[in-house]
């Protein structure tokens, strides 16, 4: 039993379908149950007030977000080397979830960010560095919708993913030195894992699981689609084929 | 290869305002800041430096979609990748051309439209310094961005969309550089971390760009 039976698309459906179901429940259990005990049953910050509960939303995304990029990156390798043709779809797959992700880390700090820092943006690297990562995705989405051979884009968009990720660490690091060197960001920068509270703690544990788990259902259902798509296309030009035959 | 370099800086030069257009374009951006943030000379030289580097990226950015395309279109492209000379070589040095018809006339400018923007003295040294070492890294990230979209109609905006976020790095010490030294501060920092993508961006990106223009001619 190795990983690469689930090459075989037949088999990857197979098995996605029957543990599909099971994952759904408790990835909206844990993420219910981590929101309803987060916002209701911890309590407020002494200095943050209740606002401070927007972490429940916003760490688990920005983790997934980070991790939705690190998951294409290997699916790309995968592609690029092995050529199994799942794998480049689940990559295709999982960046659309990757950039709502991003996109709601980014939101969810901003209507955090007002209250606390009052500002609704501020350069700050990480701040930064999260745009710049929303712009990888978006950048990679548009050239896998602009390419009709999906050969042809799996290869290029894995080129990408792969060159994309050394220049996103780049900039990861580029990011940190610019803001060093326009103000410093200490006021900003609340390291909020050290902060963090044991009460406080365990519906973050909830909820970043539950994201974890959302993700890898979204991930394995849109691949599934992808692959009927795929499958389909082949029957009509098939029967295109007959026909004209 | 030099033969290959020749020909297309012949085609650059003659095919007519290929070459200036980059320039112009430069020109033309550095123009329209006063207008649009106010003619204020303390606001503008305290800015000049990260205008001067943006609106090089962006000139240098408008000119990438010719690049490739052309000698895509006349076929040109697919007796390249069967020549005895490897396909990394052949875009390496198109993206030297690239440089020398387009970089180098921006990193030349420069100094002039600094002027213009009422750029502090010993900034000068340092805008010309950090684009003549930084420039390069632009044509050859661009040369991967033009071979990643090649074959694609509606190229060009999708072109920058793919390859501004590569530029970030690169356009953030670049500007670190001029600022700093605009404002008599240390540059060694930048400017090495600068000089690091650029020789970086030279060793390993053709080979990338290769690879993704190899799909592209299958």
């Known amino acids: ?245 | 290869m030099s033969a290959l370099l020749i020909r297309d800086l012949q085609l650059a030069f003659r095919a007519g305002g290929g070459f200036g257009l980059g320039l112009a374009f430069f020109l033309i951006v550095t123009v329209m800041v006063p207008f649009s943030v106010g003619p204020n000379s303390a606001t503008l030289s305290v800015i000049a430096p990260g205008v001067l580097w943006l609106g090089a990226l962006l000139a240098c950015l408008l000119s990438l979609d010719r690049l490739l395309a052309l000698d895509w279109e006349d076929g040109t492209l697919d007796l390249l990748a069967t020549a005895p000379l490897p396909l990394e070589g052949v875009l390496s040095i198109k993206s030297l051309a690239h440089w020398l018809t387009t970089g180098l006339p921006l990193v030349l400018a420069a100094p002039l439209l600094g002027v213009l923007l009422n750029l502090p003295t010993q900034g000068f040294l340092w805008i010309t310094l950090s684009l003549l070492i930084g420039t390069p890294a632009l044509s050859v990230i661009g040369t991967f961005g033009a071979a990643l979209t090649v074959g694609l109609k509606r190229g060009g905006l999708l072109l920058s969309l793919l390859v501004m976020p590569l530029y970030v790095p690169t356009l953030i010490f670049g500007a670190e550089v001029a600022r700093r030294g605009a404002e008599g501060m240390a540059v060694e920092t930048p400017l090495l971390m600068l000089a690091g993508i650029t020789l970086g961006t030279i060793a390993l990106l053709p080979f990338a760009s290769a690879a993704v223009l190899r799909v592209n001619l299958r």
């Open chain 1, 1 to 245: 039993m190795s990983i690469w039976e689930y090459a075989n698309p037949k088999k990857f459906l197979a098995t996605s379908e029957r543990v599909l179901p099971t994952l759904w429940v408790l990835s909206g259990a844990l993420i219910v149950g981590g929101l309803i005990w987060g916002f209701f049953f911890t309590p407020d910050d002494y200095r943050q007030g209740s606002t401070v509960k927007i972490i429940y939303l916003h760490v688990p995304a920005a983790l997934m977000a980070i991790n939705a990029w690190f998951m294409m990156l290997v699916a790309s390798l995968i592609w690029v080397i092995r050529r199994h043709h799942v794998s480049a779809l689940a990559a295709k797959a999982a960046a659309p979830v990757g950039v709502v992700m991003t996109l709601i880390a980014l939101v969810t700090g901003a209507i955090w960010g007002q209250p606390m820092w009052g500002t609704w943006w501020a350069w700050d690297p990480r701040l930064t560095s999260f745009l710049v990562l929303f712009l990888f995705y978006l950048g990679y989405i548009a050239l896998w919708e602009a390419i009709d051979n999906p050969d042809t884009a799996a290869d290029l968009t894995s080129i990408l993913c792969l060159v994309g990720s050394v220049f996103a660490v780049l900039s990861r690091y580029a990011v940190n030195f610019w803001n060093q060197g326009l103000h410093q960001g200490a006021s900003l920068s609340l390291d909020k894992e050290e902060n963090v509270a044991d009460i406080f703690a365990f519906p973050l544990y909830a909820c970043m699981a539950g994201f974890g788990l959302l993700f890898l259902v979204l991930v394995l259902y849109r691949t599934g689609t992808e692959i009927r798509v795929r499958r389909m296309a082949a029957l009509i030009q098939r029967e295109r084929m007959a026909a004209d035959a």
